[in-house]
């Protein structure tokens, strides 16, 4: 733990105490970082940390992302539904589409807490591959609905199913340091826009080749087969993803099991699973908390409305339905791009602010040439940008505030939040967009949004600077004294050895 004398030299932001101290509870911690036991120091090997790193990567990363995907394409088979039969069958108007979508959001909403923090009770294996098992079922019997009303109620069940697998980026952290996370954040969460894409290709075949077959309409073909799937992919994660690095059991050695101990400890885990109730509220009283939640809100009003009405918004730019479905993969691909890009950006130069604000730049462009121009292939390239910059604000801010709040409630909270709070915002996005083709409303709702986030980027970085040097002048104050006596999973981020990544 840090000194505790006035003759130690105080660390830079960019810098961290070593957290395994950080997480002990004791209340006599060692008066300087020399003190500390040998059995607690780490030399690190680098073939072993690459070794285990590449094996991490290799267990965790395609499930983790393989479940993303399947449930961003249970998200968004609803708006490729909707042009291939959907509304004309059960006669939907647009009221009745947007309500749809947004009780699929109210569900994640309600569930989202337990969702997030019950993840290491429920074990992280289990609850994944119950949610895909369960929505996946729900999808599948989708397509015997015969009226609005049947719709909204399954919506509503396959949100609160999907939910229990938001915490996808909680459950990475349990696993990877800071300089890994937003990248590894990235690849999973660019299954989003992957999934999308094969969504969009997956309703151009059906649209193409099984409208009408078996006297279905497209839209049924639609969800039966994207409900099989997660189903069946689903004991594939029951069996083979871990739970968390101290239950490790097969796969790796017992040196690398007590590398990725290490690894999780300086990423700020701790193995205490138990919810400290007093926690989850009482980080609403943090002014950086509220900078997080607009940067969210407005990443999530834009990227809400994209995706569930993208096929619909490029068939207002003249395309037919079916060439509309096969145009959103592009789109998707343009956000994809934009993910991977920026996510490594901000891993490379640690400039979490600073990226966000840039990826917004794209976004604001894109909506401003949505709004005032006309010419189709200038709208289409318009909306390949917006994409560009929209889906990373996602993994971006979630990585970054993954960063800035530590302890297990603490963290898992704000991360849970950023499922709450934003997701209001992608219900008001999906009411906005009721006006097409052109969706001139819908668009300037999303362009203050992205001037919202890029003004907010900037000012948490500036408020994160403010804070780590408030933390260094008063590193050796009595009040940061009498905080070394708490660990960090009591106090979290306001621990006084803890520095923000700005």
Request: net charge neutral.
């Amino acid at each position: 733990m840090a000194s505790q004398s006035t003759d130690k030299v105080s660390i830079e932001p960019a810098e961290y105490r070593d957290p395994t101290l950080l997480l002990q509870t004791n209340t006599s911690p060692p008066s300087s970082i020399e003190e500390v036991p040998k059995e607690e120091e780490e030399v690190i090997d680098p073939k072993l940390d690459r070794r285990v790193k590449w094996k991490l990567d290799l267990f965790i990363l395609p499930l983790m992302s393989s479940v993303y995907f399947f449930a961003t394409m249970g998200k968004s088979d609803l708006s490729n539904a909707k042009i291939a039969g959907l509304s004309e069958e059960l006669n939907l108007s647009p009221s009745d589409y947007s309500n749809a979508a947004t009780v699929f959001l109210a569900a994640t909403i309600v569930f989202q807490l337990p969702g997030t923090l019950l993840i290491r009770r429920i074990r992280p294996n289990r609850q994944f591959s119950g949610a895909m098992i369960v929505w996946g079922f729900l999808t599948a019997i989708t397509l015997l609905v015969k009226n609005s009303g049947e719709l909204l109620a399954l919506r509503f069940l396959i949100g609160g199913a999907e939910a229990f697998i938001q915490g996808g980026v909680f459950y990475l952290s349990f696993w990877y340091q800071y300089s890994e996370y937003a990248t590894r954040g990235a690849i999973v969460s660019s299954m989003s826009t992957i999934a999308g894409a094969f969504n969009g290709l997956i309703a151009y075949a059906i649209t193409k080749d099984l409208d009408g077959a078996n006297g279905w309409r497209a839209w049924r073909w639609i969800f039966l087969i994207e409900g099989i799937a997660p189903i069946a992919f689903s004991f594939i994660v029951l069996l083979l993803l871990p739970s968390s690095p101290s239950a490790l059991t097969w796969g790796f050695s017992d040196e690398e099991k007590k590398h990725i101990m290490r690894r999780s400890a300086r990423a700020h885990n701790t193995a205490e699973p138990r919810v400290k109730l007093n926690q989850i509220w009482r980080i609403m009283l943090d002014f950086h908390f509220w900078l997080f939640m607009l940067i969210a809100c407005g990443g999530s009003f834009c990227q809400g409305s994209l995706s569930n009405f993208l096929p619909d918004i490029i068939a207002g730019f003249g395309y037919d339905d079916v060439n509309a479905q096969l145009f959103t993969t592009i789109v998707y691909v343009c956000g994809c791009v934009g993910i991977l890009f920026f996510s490594r950006v901000a891993d490379k130069t640690n400039a979490r602010g600073l990226v966000l604000a840039i990826s917004s730049v794209a976004s604001i462009v894109g909506y401003a040439i949505l709004i005032w121009v006309k010419q189709r292939n200038a709208r289409f390239a318009a909306t390949c940008l917006v994409a560009f910059g929209v889906y990373p604000n996602t993994v971006l801010s979630l990585t970054w505030a993954a960063m800035s709040f530590v302890g297990y409630t603490r963290r898992g909270s704000v991360l849970a939040f950023f499922n709450i709070f934003p997701h209001l915002f992608a219900i008001s996005g999906t009411q906005a967009y009721q006006d097409p083709p052109y969706y001139s409303i819908g668009n300037a709702a999303a362009l203050g949004m992205s001037i919202l986030v890029f003004v907010s980027s900037i000012a948490l970085k500036m408020y994160m600077v403010y804070m780590n040097k408030k933390k260094r002048e008063n590193q050796f104050s009595q009040q940061a004294t009498e905080q070394r006596e708490k660990s960090i999973e009591e106090i979290g981020d306001h621990h006084p050895d803890f520095y923000y990544t700005s």
